[in-house]
């Protein structure tokens, strides 16, 4: 890691360093479904041996699935009907309507607290079912989502998914009985009121507020749901400590708004339509399958399943040209059929509804008029733009913002635009980009979503707030103290927290980096070059950022009460340096009779003959089960493991496939999953050094990393000021560069602001070399082809 205190000309070279993009990462209990009628008013380094001088280090990961191990659980249902009359919103949706109902459902524990409780918002074609349940066993839309250790894991958390006002499925919408029609009872149709996501986010509070849910712990929300949760957190600032959009806007697009005329105008157009009556009293269709505008419907649907997804995909999965025994293409078959269950299940006034509350969407307009002294409180002239960042300003959450880069629908730049609008105001926000070529629909696909979003997803539900809060605290009170690091006190009280600290005080074994532990600041800093310094981690008394990572992960597993000294079996799945890390440690603390856990650690087969692995196979004391989990399994049934033992599981199959496999097999057999780039408590191996080079160098105003996964730069972006400018430039590693593994693991960095980050180069050996050997000449200092290529890319950002 280089630092350089003198780089004043950076913002003039931004132009020549792209700007890094972070790619993604994923109940035994009640559940039902609820009916409410709501009256609304308103490189790591080698642990075997001495660690050499490094200044920047790297990691990897994410998730897959494998039948082998299914761990389905029995869940238990509990339904009930509640009435309430809610006048906590000031403005009723219209004279009309002042009384809805929602249909819900949850699952987990029914009275978890407010902080254990998570809420997901549907999107346009979704209801409340999420989740089979006893009552309703067919698969939810986001079934492989939730439930006991899923990535909304219901036990531990209560998770509640509601429909909105709208929607076709159970809540007040079109379908409903308009009481003004008396005896009569016809269905509002086309009389519907017309409302917009702003009040589908006021229907959920009404909701919430019912059930005494005063600050949800997070909620969820994509494309359609996207949009109710940006509302939500900006009205109802204080009713949610979290909030995750996905591919959501703050108000809708031109373009967007074109393409849902269009559609609309399909429906309107069909000769079934009857300006919306179609099922009046004596105007239904004999046929009951094909009641109302069902052709319009269809290719409304068709239109929207071509934005849904992307012309990389279809082109990719559909056959060229007609096939030989039909007078459709293959694509055109796949849309007939989209269509044809799309209109089975879904109402077009619901449709014209909804499609009409998409296109008026504008969070400012929102704001304007439902949030008391909002409009009064405007400077004069103010744009929409700025109108819409104020109303971003009120919101208190953190959040997180996803996007996909091969979305047509709600492009990356919307997403970006609710991003800018948050960090404006200095709010707690990421920015995730995804690059997936499902599109707007990527949220959707199983495979997808569970190795692209679940991961990056639960990182962010489930960090503990310190995590990401008490670092940038104690920053500002460095950066006004001018504190000594060695001032700091320890680590685990000074970032992990006093509480945490005592547990760890009381454990009974020792660890082996009781030097870091007590103190942060530790890191001897060298001056390299004039305004450059290099900060060695090798010389960190806790060892690289890869060991410190790995123990504060440990760490937090005692913390949080999943492991156990004595009987558990700890299960990492790496491609070498972090089990050498993990192995290190374990062996360390086996010693002392009061630990006797197992260590497992999974490498793809492939993998086997690199020189860390090879490594790890050839240690004394450490067993190598080439045939996978199978072999290592029955080995463990027969009795065969003793003790503390560590053992290598060689497992067929990519790095993703072995991680998925391993979660699998850690979710059957009870064990605890070390999960080096989700977990986010590794994130307190760069809370230190961020905290360190706030101290050691009050005036620094870049830091430069060349790793292979970025891994560092991502973790010193999230806790450095944002005055000061991170930079990095990947390594190639074996058969995957680190470019595709900051695309794929990179889950806790805040991209748009990590600046500088080359993606379209990789650091030059010969560059790294010259570098290198400068460093042991000059400066004797003997370091890795990392630490060459960070003084190299200061000395080019320098220039």
Sequence with gaps: MIMNSALRQIASRRTALRPYSSHSRQVKGHHGRRRLDLRVGSSTSALFFPPARRFSVATTTTTIDDSRYST?????????????????????????????????????????????????????????????????????????????????????????????????????????????????????????????????ARGHAALLNKIGVSKAHAVIGGSLGGMQVIAFMSLFPDMVDRACVISGTARTSPFSSALRLVQRKAIEGDSNYFNGYYNAPGMKMEDATDVGPVDGLKAARMMGMMWYRSREEFDRRFEWGLPEDSPKTEVQSYLDYQAQKFSNNFDANCYLLLSRAMDQFDLGCSAKKLIPGFKEAAPPDETKEERLYRALDRVKARVQVIGVVQDALIPMSEQQEVYDGLKKSNKDVDLVTIDDEHGHDAMFN?????????????????????????????????????????????????????????????????????????????????????????KLEGFNPGGSIKDRALTSIFLNKFITGELKPNGSTLCLVTSGWAGLSLARLHQSIADSNTF??????????????????????????????????????????????????????????????????????????????????????????????????????????????????????????????????????????????????????????DAASLSGYNCGEFYQTEDALTFQEKLLNSHNIKAGHSSGACYWLGDQIRG
């Design 596 to 749: 006797d856990c197992n260590l497992c650690i999974v490498i793809p087969l492939a993998y086997r003959e690199k020189a860390i692995p090879a490594k790890l196979a050839q240690t004394d004391g450490i067993t190598s089960y080439y045939g996978g989990f199978d072999e290592y399994l029955q080995a463990k049934e027969a009795g065969k493991l003793g003790e503390a033992d560590i053992s290598i599981v060689f497992e067929q199959g990519t790095f993703l496939e072995s991680l998925q496999l391993a979660t699998k097999v850690v979710k059957r057999e009870k064990w605890v999953l070390v999960d080096q780039h989700h977990d986010i408590s590794g994130m307190n191996a760069h809370a230190s050094t961020a905290l360190e080079l706030m101290c050691q160098l009050p005036d620094i105003t870049d830091v430069v990393c060349a790793t292979g996964t970025g891994a560092t730069a991502a973790g010193l972006r999230n806790y450095l000021p944002s005055s000061i400018n991170v930079h990095s430039r990947p390594a190639v590693s074996g058969t995957v560069d680190g470019l595709t593994d900051v695309n794929r693991y990179n889950n806790f960095c």
């Design 72 to 200: 389905a659980a029995p869940m238990e249902s509990s339904v009930k009907m509640s009435h309430v009359n809610v006048e906590r919103l000031s403005v009723p949706l219209s004279e009309n309507l002042t009384e809805i109902d929602v249909t819900w459902e949850q699952w987990g524990d029914p009275n978890a607290p407010d902080n254990k409780t998570i809420v997901i918002f549907p999107s346009f074609s979704h209801g409340s079912h999420a989740k089979s349940n006893p009552d309703n066993p067919s698969k939810g839309w986001w079934e492989f989502m939730i439930g006991p250790g899923e990535y909304l894991d219901t036990n531990k958390f209560r998770v509640i998914c509601p429909s909105f006002i709208g929607s076709p499925y159970g809540s007040t919408s079109p379908l409903s009985v308009n009481p003004e029609s008396g005896s009569l009872k016809h269905p509002y149709g086309p009389n519907f009121p017309q409302i917009t996501p702003a009040d589908m």
């Design 446 to 534: 199983e495979k997808v979503c569970l190795e692209k979003f679940a991961p990056t997803i639960s990182s962010f539900l489930y960090a503990e707030p310190k995590i990401f809060t008490s670092a940038k605290e104690i920053k500002e009170d460095v950066k006004r103290k001018n504190i000594n690091p060695n001032q700091l006190g320890s680590f685990t009280r000074t970032i992990m927290g006093a509480e945490a600290a005592k547990i760890i005080d009381n454990l009974p074994f020792h660890l082996p980096y009781d030097d870091w532990l007590r103190h942060v600041g530790n890191t001897p800093l060298v001056q390299v070059d004039d305004g450059m310094h290099a």
